[in-house]
């Protein structure tokens, strides 16, 4: 049986994130996953690999990882071809029916649970949110590992959006997506090389424009990796194609929103994040609302056994009056019980 969902992992030349989110991937709740790792050849290079991790050291990080989570662990080393050319051989390889790329993430345990929750048909992508939080490298007890510098931060909002994901800041677009495997595989073609550094956000674009896409609505992951840099130059090209499209507005009109993004002030910044507070206050709102509906339940609870309560005891009450008013009927058994009498009243007097 194929599993639910195949995490698409990158190889990179940072050992301790590699960990992190190996170790993420054993503590999920579903066991339904798969992971394959990619590395990507570079004969010019020390190590012939591109990423810089050598093979000994990705197969000693391999030994370390728990049993249940080797047996989910796949590599693949594929020939290096532009900043998205590993995808596709990976996909080829891929056997889940959601795929999902896991470059720096370090994944929350309810991930893959809460991907089946609302995969529904199976056909459209899903969207989890995503915190960003600024890690550096550390030791403890012996072991490597990072440890964070900063509070974890949202950046973006709640929901999908076009605009969003082609403005300038490209972590408010990194965002964790699963991908219907079928999807991808009919996408044609699969990544435009012109793009260049923003191959997967055009890739991400035009997937959501096919298949729609369900917000999973939960925080689902932390970034702590920048990511690869994208060029400037393939955003604006990025942007001259989806403009062309007119998915969502005339053709034309998108450049000269995300211009006005790019170009906000400090006042329209401060604005934002009144708005993101105003956001997040929302959030804990709907939170309290939340915990006030399973108190009024559990109170509700309580209240329907009370009320069996009372009608047990009102049923008690109303047993001896029942049995007062048949008093006048004839207990079983009396009939025989003076018969009884009369023949010893008999006996008595032949004495």
Known sequence: MNPFLTFLVPVGSDPDQLRET?????????????????????????TGLSTGMSSVALDDLLAGQPGTLRSRLRTL???????????????????????????GLTWFAHWVQSCQQHAGDGLRTLR?????????????GGLAGVRATGAPARRGSGVFSVLEHLGPDPTASRHGFAFPRAALASADPLVEAPLGTAALRDLVLRTVARTG?????????????????????????????????????????????????????????DLRHQLRLKDDHIVNIEAQVARLEQRVARLEATLTKRDAQVARLRAKVAGPAGKAGDQGAEEPGTEATSRWGRRLGRTSGRD
């Open 22 to 46: 190996l170790l993420s991937l054993a503590a999920q709740t579903s066991t339904s996953f798969e992971a394959l790792l990619v590395r990507t050849r570079d004969e010019g290079s020390p």
């Open 77 to 103: 080393e594929v020939d290096a071809a532009g900043p998205l050319g590993w995808l596709e051989p990976a996909l080829a390889q891929a056997q889940g029916d959601y795929v999902t790329v896991s470059d």
């Open 128 to 140: 989890g949110l995503v915190l960003h939080q600024e890690v550096t490298s550390a030791a403890v």
């Open 213 to 269: 896409i369900t917000e999973v609505g939960e925080v689902i992951a932390i970034r702590s990796a920048q990511g690869p840099e994208e060029d400037p130059a393939d955003l604006e090209r990025l942007l001259a194609v989806v403009d062309g499209r007119g998915w969502q507005l005339p053709p034309g009109s998108l450049s000269a929103l995300v211009a006005g993004v790019g170009s906000m002030t400090d006042p329209s910044e």
